[in-house]
């Protein structure tokens, strides 16, 4: 039984997954918006907040939480110049727009997600 088990697998085990995810954030935090599935997407934005509400706390902990997770560039980047942008935000800093037309060999559903300017 999966009770409280949430969250995807994209087929791989906890190690891999848990760095795809990172490398997925940490593409989002330096460009801004990305283009992905809706899956991918819908993970990527629980692990991507999370980041943007440890750099609003403005703090040396949270500045270490960010440096834990990302590279040192994103983590500047989200301590310095997304957090501030949501200082008076209380969650919801992504949004996910669903694109018309799916993947052409597969046919996963496309979304784009961006944080809210």
Request: charge should be positive; proline fraction near 3%.
């Amino acid at each position: 039984m999966r009770h409280l088990n949430k969250g995807r697998k994209f087929g791989l085990k906890r190690g891999p997954r848990k760095s795809f995810l990172k490398v997925l954030a940490n593409n989002l935090v330096r460009h801004e918006r990305i283009r992905t599935t809706e899956a991918r997407a819908k993970e990527i934005r629980m692990v991507a907040e999370r980041y943007v509400t440890y750099g609003k706390k403005q703090n040396l902990a949270g500045m270490k939480l960010l440096l834990k997770y990302l590279p040192k560039a994103a983590a500047y980047k989200v301590y310095h110049e997304l957090a501030p942008r949501y200082a008076a935000r209380k969650g919801g800093y992504t949004r996910i727009v669903k694109q018309a037309v799916a993947r052409k060999h597969d046919g996963s559903k496309m979304v784009t997600i961006e944080f809210i300017k």
